[in-house]
């Protein structure tokens, strides 16, 4: 597969391992068709990156790739899918896949039952700063 001709759900990944090799990130959750799994592990092991894989649909996947700590904890948390994470779990997983921590407070709240006021501060996490 070659540049010119790839994907662009393979450029995106193309991106996000090059965002990890310079330490942008830390942790990546890709999600993709099932055709291109062989491409995208293939290149992760040819560049030593340590993968998880999980079904995520029908036809796809969802690729976690990282820092080892990160996918150890992810193996122990991510145990079902995603819409099915508790409002810890789905925090957690937010926090370390580096998402703006004040939406994913906004998002716990409003998952817990204790949505944010109108103006899109949630007065339980200013409470708590």
Known sequence: MTTERMPIDMKVLMNHIYE???????MVLFTMNKRYEQFATERLKHQDIPYVLQPAGC??????????????AIRLIVTRPLNE???EEDFILGAMLGYDICAQCERYC???GKPC???GQCRHCQQAQ
């Open 59 to 72: 036809n796809t996947v969802n690729l976690y790739f990282g820092r080892r700590e990160c996918l150890e």
């Open 85 to 87: 994470l508790t409002p």
């Open 110 to 112: 409003k998952r817990k």
């Open 117 to 119: 006021d109108g103006n």
């Open 20 to 26: 990890y090799k310079k330490g942008v990130r830390q």
